[in-house]
């Protein structure tokens, strides 16, 4: 799926604390596609990665419990 990156609303990760290494991912997208948007905050006009929702709930949930080391 290619995405218009320029017409998500995009929000920084609660992790990114400022530090320019940070990603976005645009929620409001995902009850109408099922498909999570991701970026590079450094790159807005960058590839877009476009994860299905329960992969992405799946690693969030393994980054949240320490299953899975968030870099």
Do not use: Q
Not at 28 to 45: E, F, L, N
Not at 47 to 64: E, M, N, Q, R, Y
Request: proline share 7%.
């Amino acid at each position: 799926m290619t995405t218009d990156s320029t017409t998500l609303s995009w929000v920084k990760s609660s992790y990114s604390n400022n530090g320019g290494t940070c990603v976005e991912w645009a929620p409001s997208s995902v009850s109408a596609t099922g498909v999570v948007p991701v970026r590079d905050s450094k790159d807005p006009r960058g590839p877009v990665l476009s994860i299905p929702a329960h992969a992405f709930a799946s690693f969030v949930a393994g980054v949240k419990s320490g299953d899975v080391a968030a870099i």
